[in-house]
């Protein structure tokens, strides 16, 4: 199983701060998607980037992935308290068929 | 709505118990995927099912099961219920090489 770390574990921040929350592994993965979580829902895709040191905006939300496709980051601008969730990594198992999950970073943000 | 449908929402049951968990995958999609969620191991794969057969296998025990039937739809057995089986299990569909979306899970308490 390929381990996905995710950092920092917890996050609490007030309104208009900007973060950045991190996935390592020592494997490469073909892709690699971010989703976020809220209380009492399944996670939700945010985005997949694919191509090594890919750079995808959604918003005021910036997901890289890195050159060797083992790591990735999520960088979130101004957050505001709709930003507050778990944000999970995901990556391809080496069957191709299942995604792999990191545990997670679980965001608050107050106003 | 992620079109995902899992049922029941909520499960108390005791030790020993067996249950079923029940998931309705979107409409068109021939992937069913079962993931098991908990504080201390976050979200893993547990099983996959295309189209009625087995695809790829995770972190299941022995004392679960799965199967998908000819309209779709997967059911998640778990049996000789312990404590440390209380978590979260969702279950995605996807098509082929697609998004995978997530229901809502179903909460299961051992007591």
């Known amino acids: 199983t390929q381990l996905l770390e995710q950092s920092p574990q917890f996050l609490s921040i007030q309104e208009g701060e900007n973060l950045t929350v991190y996935c390592n592994s020592s494997?490469?993965?073909?892709?690699l998607q971010w989703y976020r979580q809220e209380p009492g829902e399944g996670p939700v895709l945010l985005v997949t980037?694919?191509?090594?040191?890919e750079v995808k905006k959604l918003k005021r939300l910036t997901f890289q992935f890195g050159d060797a496709r083992k790591d990735s980051s999520l960088h979130i601008t101004a957050a505001q308290p709709g930003d507050t969730g778990l944000y999970l990594c995901?990556?391809?198992?080496?069957?191709?068929?299942?995604?792999?999950f990191g545990k997670g970073t679980s965001l608050l943000v107050t106003p | 709505d992620s079109g995902v449908t899992q049922t029941p929402k909520h499960l108390i049951t005791a030790t020993g118990q067996r249950v079923t968990l029940r998931c309705s995958p979107r409409s068109g999609d021939l992937s069913v995927y079962w993931y098991q969620q908990s504080l201390d191991q976050g979200l893993q794969f547990l099983i996959q099912?295309?189209?009625?057969?087995?695809?790829a296998k995770g972190n299941i025990l022995e004392r679960f099961s799965a199967q998908q039937f000819p309209d779709l739809h997967s059911e998640l057995n778990l049996s000789s219920l312990e404590l440390g089986d209380s978590a979260l299990y969702f279950c995605a569909s996807s098509v082929v090489g697609g998004q995978a979306f997530f229901g809502q899970g179903t909460r299961l308490t051992v007591v």
């Open positions: 494997s490469v993965f073909s892709s």
């Open positions: 995901a990556g391809e198992s080496n069957s191709g068929y299942a995604l792999n």
């Open positions: 980037v694919v191509t090594g040191g």
């Open positions: 099912y295309y189209n009625g057969e087995e695809r």
